[in-house]
């Protein structure tokens, strides 16, 4: 292991959903430097051109954020505001922490036998990814140089800030695939649901592989009709999807929102039991996938 490297935690299935600070292994920030004495223009024009990004947090995890051990990477700023979001504090790019990007990817070199060795890599998650596509092309291109896996944990929302160039570099993507309906994707998002579509359509046509992601929430995202669409949207991109989650709601979050004091609207909504969750499975089984 790299020296001053710390141990890989074991990892596990269906805590691919969990808040960072209930995660195996968090680190905040800790360990990169903050540029808080940055003036405000500067600081702005570090962004537009990727050297500077907007940060929440970083941690090292295994078997969450794509294949093996990662360094997942929480960026700060998100233009959906999904009703069962377990980040809020991720929601607006000023509230997160400057730091550039050749403090993380020093970061990630420290990291590359452990990468090696578990055959992991990197995830750049948020928040929004794509809300700092100059930052984020420039840690997936570093991470490339230096032979790490990439991977994007994004909503496809903001699909077109994603240059070719940007996704030459990207070898997976998690697809949050948040409803099927344009009505539910609306009432859970706040947002339209065709540049998700857009963005899988591209990822599709580049050949980059997709593991698609899909939140049960009972009485907003559970019923069959609405599955049935995301099921058929997420065969549209067959051809790279290697496999679907479907992961169930919690209630993690809420203090996050009390704390913020934000409007949390799922206060009585409780987790699926398993009977949804493997019916749920079982809808995005019968159009062939592998499911999670």
């Known amino acids: 292991m790299t020296e001053g490297a710390p141990p890989v935690p074991a990892g596990g299935r269906d805590q691919d959903f969990l808040a960072p600070a209930a995660r195996l292994r968090g680190a905040g920030i800790g360990g990169l ?23 929440h947090s970083w941690e090292l995890v295994t078997a969450v954020d794509g294949p093996g051990t990662r360094m997942t990477v929480f960026f700060n700023g998100c233009p959906l505001r999904c009703l069962y979001c377990h980040n809020p504090d991720t929601f607006l790019m000023r509230d997160g922490e400057p730091v550039e990007s050749d403090e993380l990817l020093r970061r990630m070199r420290r990291y590359r036998r452990v990468f090696r060795a578990s055959r992991g890599g990197i995830t750049l998650s948020g928040g929004e990814v794509l809300m700092q596509p100059a930052f984020a092309a420039r840690l997936l291109s570093g991470a490339k140089e230096m032979g790490i896996h990439t991977c994007l944990d994004t909503s496809g929302y903001l699909g077109a800030n994603a240059s070719e160039e940007m996704l030459d570099d990207v070898d997976l993507v998690l697809l949050d695939v948040k409803s099927g309906d344009e009505q539910t994707y609306s009432r859970v998002t706040g947002r339209e649901l065709a540049p998700t579509i857009a963005f899988g359509d591209r990822l599709a046509a580049k050949g980059i592989e997709i593991w698609a992601r899909f939140v049960l929430v009972p009485g907003l995202t559970d019923d069959p009709a609405n599955v049935e669409r995301v099921a058929r949207l997420v065969e549209r991109w067959s051809s790279a999807v290697s496999r679907v989650e479907v992961l169930p709601f919690h209630q993690m979050g809420a203090d996050k929102w009390d704390a913020l004091g934000l409007d949390y609207r799922l206060r009585d909504t409780r987790p699926p039991e398993p009977e949804l969750v493997e019916h749920t499975r079982a809808i995005f089984r019968a159009h062939g996938m592998t499911v999670h």
Do not use: V
């Not at 903050?34 to 500077?52: A, I, K």
């Open 33 to 55: 430097e903050q540029l808080s004495d940055l003036e405000r223009s500067e600081r702005l024009r570090r962004m537009r051109e990727g050297t500077l990004g907007s940060i």
